[in-house]
């Protein structure tokens, strides 16, 4: 499948690095996420999960506690919350950078940024954010139309 959208993208003649692209609730292997930095999508974003372990600075733990363990820093460079931005290291996905971000007034959540090299805050936030309403669409249309058993 990703060959193909990757023929469909060069037949148009779009540039697919300048895409990003996320993932939400399901997991991404090591070799697949190498094949789609090998396919041109070099801005990979996936939602983590509370039980991802994560280590920093040599801390091992879930992400759940990490979530509490952390001070999140004030709203800043247009991101909406309050967020904290640390490289890490994941068993399963290697070296990746954890943008941790308060969803609302009592729960925080993270995101997984998988890339050569790493994107700021402000960069993470607005992919995500578009992500978000793409979800809330298909929400409401399911919700509209007897879609419910569409993926």
Same mark, same amino acid.
């Given at each position: 499948?990703?060959?193909?959208?990757?023929?469909?993208?060069?037949?148009?003649?779009?540039?697919?690095?300048?895409?990003?692209?996320?993932?939400?609730?399901?997991?991404?292997?090591?070799?697949?996420?190498?094949?789609?930095?090998?396919?041109?999508? &070099?801005?990979?974003?996936?939602?983590?999960?509370?039980?991802?372990?994560?280590?920093?600075?040599?801390?091992?733990?879930?992400?759940?506690?990490?979530?509490?363990?952390?001070?999140? $820093?004030?709203? &800043?460079?247009?991101?909406?919350?309050?967020s904290w931005?640390?490289?890490?290291?994941?068993?399963?996905?290697?070296?990746?950078?954890?943008?941790?971000?308060?969803?609302s007034t &009592?729960?925080?959540?993270?995101?997984? $940024?998988?890339?050569?090299?790493?994107?700021?805050?402000?960069?993470?936030?607005p992919i995500?954010?578009?992500?978000?309403?793409?979800?809330?669409?298909?929400?409401?249309?399911?919700?509209?139309?007897?879609?419910?058993?569409?993926?």
């Amino acid at each position: 499948m990703l060959s193909r959208l990757k023929a469909a993208f060069d037949r148009e003649g779009i540039d697919r690095t300048k895409i990003p692209l996320t993932m939400d609730s399901w997991f991404v292997s090591q070799p697949l996420r190498e094949r789609r930095l090998h396919g041109g999508f &070099t801005k990979m974003i996936m939602a983590g999960k509370s039980n991802d372990p994560f280590t920093i600075d040599g801390k091992k733990q879930d992400a759940s506690p990490w979530k509490t363990d952390l001070l999140l $820093h004030d709203p &800043t460079w247009g991101i909406d919350g309050p967020s904290w931005r640390v490289q890490g290291h994941s068993p399963t996905f290697g070296s990746i950078l954890r943008f941790f971000f308060q969803k609302s007034t &009592t729960r925080s959540s993270s995101l997984m $940024h998988f890339r050569r090299v790493s994107m700021r805050g402000a960069e993470i936030w607005p992919i995500w954010k578009q992500q978000h309403r793409i979800a809330c669409f298909w929400k409401i249309l399911q919700s509209l139309f007897p879609i419910r058993a569409m993926q």
